[in-house]
Each structure stands twice: as C-alpha cells, then as structure tokens.
C-alpha cells in the first residue's frame, strides 16, 4: 500500500500559521479520500480535514475557516494550510489515505508534532 510521509510540523506561537505536507511514494490519481487527523495524549484520534479525488473537503467545526486542505496530483501530496492557531491545536498530526474497490487500503503516515504555545 502507499507509504505517507508527513513534514512542516514545529512550534509556532499562537495566531501563527503553518503548512503541513503529506508525500505519497505512488500516485494519488486513483486514492479515494485523503486527510488529516490529530491526536493528543490520551483522547482519541479526531478527523481534522478530508479531500476527495474530486476535490470535495469537509472540515472539523473546530478548524473551519482557520484550515485549508489542498492535494497535488502532479506531486502526489497533500497539504494542510493552518491559520490564527490556538493552543488546543497543539497536538500530533496524522496524515491518511484511503482506497476502496479491488485493492482497497487504509494508510497512515507516521505523524509531525505542532506545538502553538507563546
């Protein structure tokens, strides 16, 4: 299955943004929806955003309008523009990929930690 590779993850003071980037090792042309989720220690994982190969999005409520999601068929990523971040964004953010059909698969890259603290 596709191997995901986060990066652009750091620490930034609150109000800062930062753009995440997710690299696929194959094409993206035929993988179903691709996202970001995020977790903190001891909650759950929690879906932050998700993209079709369409390019339809949704969105968690608590990023809606801070976060945008974007995916680049030509360079097989997926980025994640975060804007006005707050100190509950703070968390390890998760990279995911998903097939359905014939050969379907459920990856996940293997996280980049943010940090939004002043």
């Known amino acids: 299955q596709v191997q995901l590779v986060e990066s652009g993850g750091g620490l930034v003071q609150p109000g800062g943004s930062l753009r995440l980037s997710c690299a696929a090792s194959?094409?993206?042309?035929?993988?179903?929806?691709m996202g970001w989720f995020r977790q903190t220690p001891g909650k759950q994982r929690e879906m932050v955003a998700l993209?079709?190969?369409?390019?339809?999005?949704n969105y968690a409520p608590s990023v809606e309008g801070r976060f945008t999601i974007s995916r680049d068929k030509t360079k097989n990523t997926v980025a994640l523009r975060m804007r006005d971040l707050q100190p509950e964004d703070t968390a390890v953010y998760y990279c995911?990929?998903?097939?359905?059909?014939?050969?379907?698969?459920?990856?996940w890259g293997q996280g980049t930690q943010v940090t939004v603290a002043s």
């Open positions: 995911n990929a998903m097939r359905y059909g014939s050969t379907p698969f459920n990856a």
């Open positions: 194959e094409s993206i042309s035929d993988i179903h929806i």
């Open positions: 993209i079709s190969n369409v390019g339809s999005t």
